[in-house]
Antibody
């Protein structure tokens, strides 16, 4: 079955960087884009953007440019989210979520990874 | 960006009851509306796409309807595992946006 398994929780200091991995299995990796979403405490879910798993081309939603980088390693069917220069406001659960349909991007999501909590505090 | 407003914020119901959750879009999104369920401590799970299509494996007690700006998710007879938070999401226009959620709790 399709599975997305994310890396574990992270506790970071402001200004540090973090990389979250999303290991996939059970489907042809290149056929489905990968999306990244954020759920900050008390806030609604936010779509951060997506990456084309065939070409590696990322698309970032407004507000997630500059410090946020999506990448892939097709050899291990894994997607990554890197956040640099962390701020306390980046404290949130970050989800990877596969595009529900092949060769589509930024549409709807199925399934989701289990989420990675990133806490940023001095 | 398109704003989705869900109502009510919280519903307190008993197993076996029928419930209707609402999602209103700030502009016309045709039928490009998706529903997810999020149980405590879990990731969201796809329930309904394009307003009325049940995702694979979703029980028939879940149904969705609506078009334009007004959408509903109906659960015909609540099971214990249905007590969760429900989110709507529009896929009509980037950026994709979500409602703030409706929490369904046991009365």
């Amino acid at each position: 079955q399709v599975q997305l398994v994310q890396s574990g929780s992270e506790l970071k200091k402001p200004g540090a960087s973090v990389t979250i991995s999303c290991k996939t299995s059970g489907y042809t990796f290149s056929r489905y884009a990968m999306n990244w979403l954020r759920q900050a405490p008390g806030q609604r879910l936010e779509w951060m953007g997506c990456i084309n798993s065939n070409t590696g081309t990322p698309t970032y939603a407004q507000g997630f440019t500059g410090r946020f980088v999506f990448s892939l390693d097709t050899s291990v069917t894994t997607s990554y989210l890197q956040i640099t220069n962390l701020e306390p406001e980046d404290t949130a659960i970050y989800y990877c979520a596969r595009e529900a349909e092949t060769w589509n991007s930024g549409s709807w999501f199925d399934p989701w990874g289990q989420g990675t909590l990133v806490s940023v505090s001095s | 960006e398109i704003v989705l407003t869900q109502s009510p914020a919280t519903l307190s119901l008993s197993p076996g009851e029928r419930t209707t959750l609402s999602c209103r879009a700030s502009e016309n999104i045709d039928t490009f509306l998706v529903w997810y369920q999020q149980r405590p401590g879990q990731a969201p799970r796809l329930l309904i796409y394009d307003a009325s299509n049940r995702a694979t494996g979703v029980p028939a007690r879940f149904s969705g309807s609506g078009s334009g700006t007004d959408f509903t998710l109906i659960i015909s007879s609540l099971e214990p595992e249905d007590f969760a938070i429900y989110y709507c999401q529009q896929r009509s226009v980037w950026p994709l946006t979500f409602g703030q959620g409706t929490r369904l709790e046991i009365k």
